[in-house]
């Protein structure tokens, strides 16, 4: 059973739509990071998120926080083809952190 | 390059057998996290290290092992390994411990036990 729950598990757009991401929990978390993952490469930092209810932007990624820190989500505006990867969210507890399933996000040309 | 070294990067070996994956942390970087990776289980958290000390321990076998040097590489050490062993092992660090900030990870070592 996963601490964190992603989905959807899998998403496939066309070049230009708009989609967004959930991970859900349970815990509450100290913060809470979003990931992007490419094949064969390890997770790279997107954000990282503290606060309830706070939200962060990041060209046309937008992240939130939600206020009980247990949720988060992840909205991408007019997606591209470089936006195609796995999506982890991770929260973090004392002193590790644990990663959701993730979401293998593929946009279309 | 995210400054998070692992080697090697592809690991073939057969059942039986024992290996050793090796990381060296981005510099400045204290804490170091093992993470096994496999299509059907996620990213799994092995174990961590500050500074040369165990800090915590997640679902790591007993046939693993690991330890974080004074100069703060870390190895991770897998023996009798099982067809099930396969998967990518990444190495993280980060220069507090916990991962309230994040972590940056390295490439990991794609292991194949045949």
């Known amino acids: 059973t996963q601490l964190l729950e992603q989905s959807p598990q899998f998403l496939s757009i066309q070049e230009g739509e708009n989609l967004t991401v959930y991970c859900n929990s349970s815990?509450?978390?100290?913060?809470l990071q979003w990931y992007r993952q490419e094949p064969g490469e390890g997770p790279v930092l997107l954000v990282t998120v503290v606060t309830g209810g706070e939200v962060k932007k990041l060209k046309r990624l937008t992240f939130q926080f939600g206020d009980a820190r247990k949720d988060s989500s992840l909205h991408i505006t007019a997606a591209q083809p470089g936006d195609t990867g796995l999506y982890l969210c991770?929260?973090?507890?004392?002193?590790?952190?644990?990663f959701g399933a993730g979401t293998r996000l593929t946009v279309k040309p | 390059d995210s400054g998070v070294t692992q080697t090697p990067k592809h690991l073939i070996t057969a059942t039986g057998q024992r290996v050793t994956l090796r990381c060296s942390p981005r510099?400045?970087?204290?804490?170091v996290y093992w993470y096994q990776q496999s299509l059907d289980q996620g990213l799994q958290f092995l174990i961590q290290y500050y500074n040369g000390e165990e800090r915590a321990k997640g679902n790591i076998l007993e046939r693993f092992s690991a330890q974080q040097f004074p100069d703060l590489h870390s190895e991770l050490n897998l023996s009798s390994l099982e067809l099930g062993d396969s998967a990518l092992y990444f190495c993280?660090?980060?220069?507090?411990?916990?991962?309230?900030?994040?972590?940056?990870f390295g490439s990991g070592t794609r292991l194949t036990v045949v």
């Open positions: 993280a660090s980060s220069v507090a411990s916990g991962g309230r900030y994040g972590y940056t």
């Open positions: 510099s400045g970087d204290l804490s």
């Open positions: 815990s509450v978390f100290s913060s």
């Open positions: 991770a929260g973090a507890g004392n002193n590790d952190m644990r």
